[in-house]
C-alpha cells in the first residue's frame, strides 16, 4: 500500500536551515506529481511546494517560502526534499508530504514531521 513518512524537522532558531525528507513506497513514485502542505498551530493547511514527475522537473512555490525553500526528488531513491533556509517564526508547522491523485488533488498523506521555530 502507499506510504509516505516524513522525517527531518525540529526546532530551530529564525535564520536557520532544515531539510525535510519524505520516503516514499507502494507506488511508482517518478510517475506521480509531489506536495509539501503545511499546518501551522491553530490553523487550516497551507499549500507549500510542488514539484512535477517529469525527469527535467518543474516546481512551484507559495509566494512566502520563494526564494527560501526548495523542493526536490530523487526518483531512485523514491524520496522528496523540502530544503527551508531562512526560517521564520511563522513557518512553524507541521510539514506533511503528499501524493497526486492525478487530476490535481492530493490522495496519500504522510503523518507529518513538525518544525518549529523559536528565539
Known amino acids: 500500500q502507499v506510504q509516505l513518512v516524513e522525517s527531518g524537522g525540529g526546532l530551530v532558531e529564525p535564520g536557520g536551515n532544515l531539510r525535510l525528507s519524505c520516503a516514499a513506497s507502494g507506488f511508482t513514485f517518478s510517475s506521480y506529481w509531489m506536495y509539501w502542505v503545511r499546518q501551522a498551530p491553530g490553523k487550516g493547511l497551507e499549500w507549500v511546494s510542488s514539484i512535477s514527475s517529469e525527469s527535467v522537473t518543474t516546481s512551484y512555490y507559495a509566494d512566502s517560502m520563494k526564494g527560501r525553500f526548495t523542493i526536490s526528488r530523487d526518483n531512485a531513491k523514491n524520496t522528496l526534499y523540502l530544503q527551508m533556509n531562512s526560517l521564520k517564526s511563522e513557518d512553524t508547522a507541521v510539514y506533511y508530504c503528499?501524493?497526486?491523485?492525478?487530476?490535481?488533488?492530493?490522495?496519500?498523506w504522510g503523518k507529518g514531521t513538525l518544525v518549529t521555530v523559536f528565539s
Open positions: 503528499a501524493k497526486s491523485g492525478g487530476s490535481g488533488d492530493m490522495d496519500y
